[in-house]
């Protein structure tokens, strides 16, 4: 017996040896090709929730602004509307769902249990939701607030950047240009306009409507960008713009470098302009201003067929030429002054043949500059009306031709193209929409909206699709397949070599049924007690240290890689854990069953000799 017992302990090691590796292979089996592992796994990390506390808001740090572009989002200012935003578009319950289902779909299908899969996620119901979040918590919360005030603060700064290339010098202050751009892209319009631009595509989006038009109303922006426009304007710049610019030129276009009067006068040119300049007072060209800009208003609108505006300068000229009638008297007056005195006979003698509009080269002692004027029957006022006056125009037009020759050739049909937009609105349909996208584009939406109004479904086919496009790929897929089902559905065969080499073992060690059902049992018990040991020790002194350090070193990664490297870390920490654990439970199952076995065989073992020397009862 002691031979064979001594014989049997080899057979006991490779049971050992044998008894851990089907136990191994089993549980790995087990685990990994449980869909419910990977569930309870992303469950445990809490995952979805991970993924707007952590993940999100590392990534929206991550993002940076195009430099080239005009408008420079702040996206930290709002980071937490975003990542609240995204929460209720797309739930923590709602993304568990779909991904464990994937899971359960997906799984037994690359394991060889199935042959076939349909994978279907529904975006109808969240794409609604993200029109009404976006329109509810977006638009009308505080993210479009910092928006809104972003984009007028960097407007601005474009609009200082580029004064220089105004017609003539302004200096405004930041103020007063985002006081104007607020009335030009006033916010209630703006959250308004682009609520109801959400409300016409959303049917196109999701299926229900084969069309949409956008119709953005201009119509109402036009009074209102107006006022702007003459507060911003109302300064001394403008002023100073359209009376050396505009009006003294159009005063001025018929008179030459200068007005000759006749007797020696001569009004220049800088002198006409100096008065007519001085007569022009603000308020009068804050008038025309207003006037001027209000009918470019009404026509944009469509509320006028034309321009016309009839600016009346008689006023304007009286008051002028008064004052250089006066400035010419002045003139002639000190010229008068300036002769030599001579006596009657010299006087007579210079007067003699003199040629009309010239003065004498003497005057006569003791004669007045009025008296001059009377004998030569001089009239300043009728000089200046006459070679001035009549010079002035008495009005000036501006009308729709003259806009238009200030807008150039390059945009001779904006103005027509403004006022078709501002009467009719401007509007925007789905085939806008598809002459502004090329083929792959026109496809890419074409798929949207059928994933919006289907759902996406992916399948078996889709899958192979992906997969290759060779025969080769996909017959060497189905036979990675069809051997890992085949390998699954023969595993609880492993479990009859550790079984033969117990039997083995039994019958070696035991003199009987009994002794041998010990032997069995025992050897069971402290197999599966050492591999317990063993693995719990391997564990925690090798193992643990190990994944504590972390299996991926966040010393490499910055922003959002690092985030979900340590998110890594802790998903292969609680993965060998739990596969570990299970090996452990997997052990302590056939502890506690061999233990349970062997007491019950030691109670049968107590109990049968009583119940054989128990006499029998003799019937009463």
Known sequence: MWIRRTLAIPFIILFFLLFLVVLVITHTNCTFSNPGFYNDQLRQADMYNFLYDEALPAALDEIETDDSSDFQIDIAAIKDNLVAAAREILPPDWLQEHIESATETLIPYILGDTDSFTYTVEFKDRVETAAGVIKDDILGGEPFN????????????????????????????????????RAVADKGWIVSETSKAIDAVMPYLTGDAEHFTVTLNLYDRIDPVAAAAIDLLSRQETYHYLVDEIIVPIVLENIGSSADLSYGITLSQAEIASVVEQTLTQSWIQECLEELINAIADYVKSESAGIRIVVTLSDVKAEALAVLTEMADGKLEAEFYSLPVCNAAQFFQATQNLPPGSIPSCRLTGMSYHAFLTQFNINVAALVQQKVGNQIPGQWVYTDADLRELLGEEDADFLEQARDKVTNGWTFTEADLLDELDSEAERT????????????????????????????????????????????????????????????????????????????????????????????????????????????????????????????????????????????????????????????????????????????????
């Open 146 to 181: 910092t928006l809104y005030e972003e984009a007028i603060s960097q407007a601005a700064d474009k609009v200082l950047e580029n004064l220089d290339e105004m017609p003539y010098s302004l200096t405004f202050d930041r103020a007063e240009i985002e006081s104007f751009l």
């Open 445 to 620: 939406l074409a798929d949207v909206r059928n994933y919006t109004s289907n759902g996406y479904t992916l399948t078996e086919t889709d899958l192979r699709d992906a997969i290759g496009e060779n025969d080769s790929d996909l017959d060497d897929f189905d036979n990675v397949r069809h051997n890992i089902n085949t390998a699954r559905t023969w595993l609880w065969t492993l479990w009859l070599i550790p079984l033969a080499f117990l039997i083995i073992i039994v019958f070696l060690c035991g003199r009987n049924w009994a002794s041998r059902a010990v032997w069995g049992l025992a050897v069971l018990f402290f197999t599966a007690l050492i591999i317990y040991i063993c693995i719990a020790a391997t564990f925690a002194l090798a193992a643990e240290p190990r994944l504590e350090e972390g299996a991926f070193d966040l010393s490499q990664y910055e922003g959002v890689s690092a985030v979900m490297a340590e998110k890594g870390n802790e998903l292969v920490h609680s993965v060998a854990d739990s596969f570990v654990s299970g090996l452990k439970h997997t052990a302590l199952y056939f502890i506690i069953g061999s233990v349970v076995l062997l007491f019950g065989l030691l109670v049968r073992q107590v109990m049968l000799p009583r119940t054989k020397t128990t006499p029998p009862q003799a019937p009463s």
